[in-house]
């Protein structure tokens, strides 16, 4: 087994809970820019991760006060394995540091030096902050005629690291806005959608439901993972959307998604256990209505009104997918939430929970953070809140 550093996304208490689910671990060293994990093989994990912008494998792991010299005879001592499938005689290489501030120059020169030492012609991928982006590196092709090296520096540990694999911004783009029907206002995004699909433990080969599929967003990221689909929508114009866009989805990714008039119909969430089978679903994962747009913030009174609104939808609705869903299984929620003078508001959705069956879980109980459920997506731009619930069956 071996260690990895995974760098978080923009909302690091969602890219490590992803983490946490996915690999049923809490991490070694945890800061808000990266993680350390214990895992057999990480690089393939990145085709499944939404909230992840590189996985690293560790080298070298060191005194979080370790000089110069100490780096310095840890980068030498690992350039062979920092070489390993460069091809030819150029090397184009990046340094990142994540956790606090680093002498960039430093590495660059040893780094430089030792390719020298090789016979190499040598370049640094510059940037102007601490580290090199995700789409840097791809940008820059430093994985392709080289290596990326990082400096992560943690709590207990400083951690030396190469980078194996990073997200690819530009397929979630084109599945954001290529697909053939968009609704930008109300529509998740296929880089949150991936995440709440880690956040329910679906496994390949699942049967995962959206009772509110939209425009097919949460089903067609599982397609790709490689699970079995149900997509639901009360609305007509919502099931030839989902329809249409899982087309482009076939096409696009050479795919085949079987009897699609039938996993994908019209029904209403409110009713499920009179359309499946009680016990039947491996996991749900889904966005209800969240009520109306909002051009501004509400007052507390407008957003308490909201949420009454939407409380029965949200409790009918949950309480049927607790019914359809099978003992020890998870459900993945959003609900709205309202944020007025620092406090949030939403709905009482543990509550919701235990009456039907369902409990609300800690993700990130494993990880050595002070933190409690909801988990939380939304910039200081956004009026309307997404709070995400994991729920589990209850035996």
């Known amino acids: 087994m071996s260690q990895f550093a995974f760098i978080h996304g923009k909302n690091f208490e969602l890219s490590l809970a992803e983490l946490s689910a996915l690999t049923g671990k809490g991490p070694e060293e945890i800061n808000p820019e990266f993680s350390v994990f214990d895992v057999f093989e990480a690089k393939s994990m ?6 992840t912008l590189k996985i690293a494998q560790v080298l070298s792991i060191l005194e979080t006060d370790a000089s110069q010299d100490v780096v310095g005879r840890a980068i030498e001592k690992h350039f062979p394995e920092l070489m390993r499938g460069v091809m030819g005689k150029l090397l184009v290489f990046g340094v990142s540091f994540y956790g606090g501030k680093g002498d960039r120059f430093f590495v660059e020169k040893k780094i430089k030096e030792l390719g020298k030492a090789e016979g190499m012609k040598v370049s640094a991928a510059h940037t102007k902050g601490n580290f090199l982006t995700h789409t840097d ?11 990326e090296i990082l400096v992560c520096m943690g709590r207990r540990h400083l951690y030396i690291a190469k980078t194996l694999v990073v997200h690819n911004p530009f397929e979630f783009r084109k599945r954001d806005l290529k697909k053939p029907v968009q609704r930008s206002i109300y529509a998740i995004p296929p880089r949150l959608a991936r995440i709440m699909i880690n956040l329910s433990g679906a496994r390949r080969g699942d049967i995962l439901m959206d009772p509110f599929c939209g425009v097919g967003t949460i089903v067609s990221e599982a397609t790709l993972i490689g699970m079995r689909i149900i997509g639901i929508d009360m609305k007509d114009n919502c099931i030839g959307d989902t329809r249409k866009n899982l087309q482009w989805l076939e096409k696009e990714y050479k795919i085949t998604i079987p009897d699609m008039e039938n996993v994908i119909r019209k029904e209403d969430a409110r009713w499920l256990s009179s359309h499946f089978k009680e016990n039947s679903i491996d996991a749900i994962v889904t966005e209800p209505y969240m009520g109306p747009p909002m051009k501004r913030r509400p007052d507390r009174i407008r957003a308490m009104q909201i949420l009454d609104d939407l409380k029965q939808l949200y409790e009918h609705s949950l309480r049927e997918m607790l019914i359809v869903l099978k003992p020890g ?4 929620m959003v609900s709205p939430a309202f944020i007025i003078k620092k406090k949030f508001y939403g709905l009482p959705m543990p509550d919701m929970a235990g009456r039907h069956g369902g409990r609300v879980i800690n993700v990130l109980g494993n990880s050595g953070l002070n933190s409690r459920p909801p988990l939380r997506d939304f910039e200081e731009r956004h009026n309307t809140i997404r709070e995400i619930n994991v729920i589990e069956k209850m035996a």
């Open 46 to 51: 990145m085709d499944r991760l939404g909230g």
């Open 137 to 147: 590196i791809i940008q820059k092709k430093v994985l392709r005629d080289g290596f």
């Open 329 to 332: 299984r998870r459900i993945c």
